[in-house]
């Protein structure tokens, strides 16, 4: 089992930054993806980031270059550091992770933290 634990998020004005970080406890070893999702009210989950083991980032469409995302494997950590927010960008970020256990394939996700961008 794997647990995720985000911090950072808040209120930021449009055109600002913000940083994320979330950390994973248990069986770090077994992760292979770390990421993040975000979703806004009435909208569907949509991919932010997702970063393999070797460091490699896949970007949804909508990040056009604002955001960077990256891990440190032997922490156990995902980290996004977002620039050039804009209203739409507000959401619940989700910390993602999947990794193998049990036999299988399996998906973790962390509580979420809101990301507001207001003037």
């Known amino acids: 089992q794997v647990q995720l634990v985000e911090s950072g998020g808040g209120l930021v004005q449009p055109g600002g930054s913000l940083s994320l970080s979330c950390a994973a406890s248990g069986s770090i070893l077994s992760i292979y993806l770390m990421g993040w999702y975000r979703q806004a009210p009435g909208m569907q989950r949509e991919r932010v980031a997702v970063?393999?083991?070797?460091?490699?980032?896949n970007y949804g469409d909508f990040v056009k270059g604002r955001f960077t995302a990256s891990r440190d494997n032997g922490k156990g950590t995902v980290y996004l550091e977002m620039n050039g927010l804009d209203f739409e960008d507000t959401a619940v970020y989700y910390c993602?992770?999947?990794?193998?256990?049990?036999?299988?394939?399996?998906?973790?996700w962390g509580q979420g933290t809101q990301v507001t961008v207001s003037s």
């Open positions: 993602y992770a999947a990794g193998y256990g049990n036999g299988g394939e399996n998906v973790y």
């Open positions: 970063v393999n083991s070797g460091g490699v980032a």
